[in-house]
């Protein structure tokens, strides 16, 4: 991509999303301008090639994207720190938790185009799985940004009132996913095997699993019925998980995050 993006924000996303892209090749390591307040923690960014600084202003003017990636409650305040910088020609992605394009594009202003994109921490290996939701950008803008998210997983455009729930399931959803293969690794070592080994299994059965799905774009049920032999030891484990609440745990721990969005502080 011969256009230079800005990342605000060099946190646990925005430097995910950095490795993402410059791994895939989407853009040159030069080409890639990465802030946060204590740049000695993008160190190996830095090493790359990227550049890493803390001037913000200086990293919006350089670029054409600009990916802002602060805690909610500093949003507002680095995109009036960059405004001057947000020329109309410029697109500016949000991956904010919580703060919506009306929001920004008060702080901004009219012009350029906007957009709020929701991926996960996957986006490091190129695995995230990303939801967009775009102001009023051109068509050929919102493919653009897609074809971006693409590079690094899986994108699709939703409407900007599912962005909380995209948050929860697809951003929240990787912490999710990971304490069940610990709770399953744990369970591993108890009937035998040793943590590292258990941890394996589990990881890779889990992947399995979602590649199923994946490919096949079956229901879970369809995958389950053929692991689940009759009188058999899953179905027995499966129902005692049941019993146990193992289902809808996992459903009012993604309302409680749901219901928590909207307390978070944007200002
Ligand atoms: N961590 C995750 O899995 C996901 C996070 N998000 C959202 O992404 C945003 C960032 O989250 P994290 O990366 O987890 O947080 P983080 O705290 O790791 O990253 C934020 C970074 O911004 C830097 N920063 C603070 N003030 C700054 C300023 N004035 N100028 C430039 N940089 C500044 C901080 O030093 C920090 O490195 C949040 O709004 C969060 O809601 C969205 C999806 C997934
Ligand atoms: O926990 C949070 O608030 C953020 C949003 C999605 C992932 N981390």
Same mark, same amino acid.
């Given at each position: 991509m011969?256009r230079k993006?800005?990342i605000?924000?060099g946190?646990?996303?925005?430097s995910a +999303? &950095?490795?993402g892209l410059?791994d895939? *090749?989407?853009i040159q390591?030069e080409?890639l301008?990465?802030?946060?307040?204590?740049? @000695?923690k993008l160190g190996?960014?830095?090493?790359?090639?990227v550049?890493?600084?803390?001037?913000?202003?200086?990293?919006a003017?350089q670029?054409e994207?600009i990916?802002i990636a602060?805690?909610?409650h500093?949003a507002?305040k680095?995109?009036e720190e960059i405004k001057?910088?947000i020329?109309?020609?410029?697109?500016v992605?949000s991956?904010?938790?919580?703060v919506s394009?009306e929001?920004?594009?008060?702080?901004i202003?009219?012009g350029?185009?906007l957009?709020?994109a929701m991926?996960?921490?996957?986006i490091?290996i190129?695995e995230?799985?990303t939801? +967009? &939701?775009a102001?009023?950008?051109?068509? *050929?803008t919102?493919?653009e940004v897609?074809?971006?998210?693409?590079?690094?997983?899986? @994108?699709i455009i939703?409407?900007?009132?599912?962005?909380?729930s995209a948050?929860v399931?697809?951003?929240?959803?990787?912490a999710?996913a990971?304490?069940?293969?610990r709770?399953?690794?744990?369970g591993?070592i108890?009937?035998g095997?040793?943590a590292?080994?258990?941890?394996?299994?589990?990881?890779q059965?889990?992947?399995?699993?979602a590649s199923l799905?994946?490919?096949?774009?079956?229901?879970?049920?369809?995958?389950i019925?053929?692991v689940?032999t009759p009188?058999g030891?899953?179905i027995?484990?499966?129902?005692?998980m049941?019993?146990?609440?193992?289902?809808s745990?996992?459903i009012?721990?993604i309302?409680?995050?749901y219901?928590k969005?909207?307390?978070i502080p944007?200002?």
């Open positions: 011969s993006i800005a605000i924000g946190g646990n996303l925005g +999303i &950095a490795f410059i895939q *090749s989407f390591a080409s301008f990465v802030t946060r307040r204590q740049i @000695a190996t960014l830095g090493e790359r090639g550049n890493v600084l803390s001037d913000n202003l200086f990293a003017q670029a994207w990916i602060v805690k909610p500093l507002t680095v995109l001057s910088a020329t109309p020609d410029k697109t992605i991956v904010v938790t919580g394009l929001q920004m594009r008060k702080a202003g009219e350029p185009a957009f709020r991926p996960n921490t996957a490091a190129r995230s799985m939801c +967009i &939701a102001a009023d950008a051109p068509e *050929s919102q493919k897609v074809e971006l998210f693409n590079q690094v997983g899986q @994108a939703i409407n900007e009132e599912l962005m909380n948050t399931l697809g951003a929240c959803g990787i999710y990971l304490r069940f293969i709770a399953a690794s744990q591993g108890e009937i095997f040793p590292e080994v258990a941890q394996l299994i589990a990881s059965t889990v992947k399995g699993a799905l994946i490919e096949n774009k079956k229901h879970p049920e369809f995958e019925d053929k689940t009188q030891c899953t027995a484990g499966l129902n005692e049941e019993h146990q609440g193992f289902s745990a996992l009012k721990g309302m409680t995050s219901l969005i909207d307390k944007t200002e």
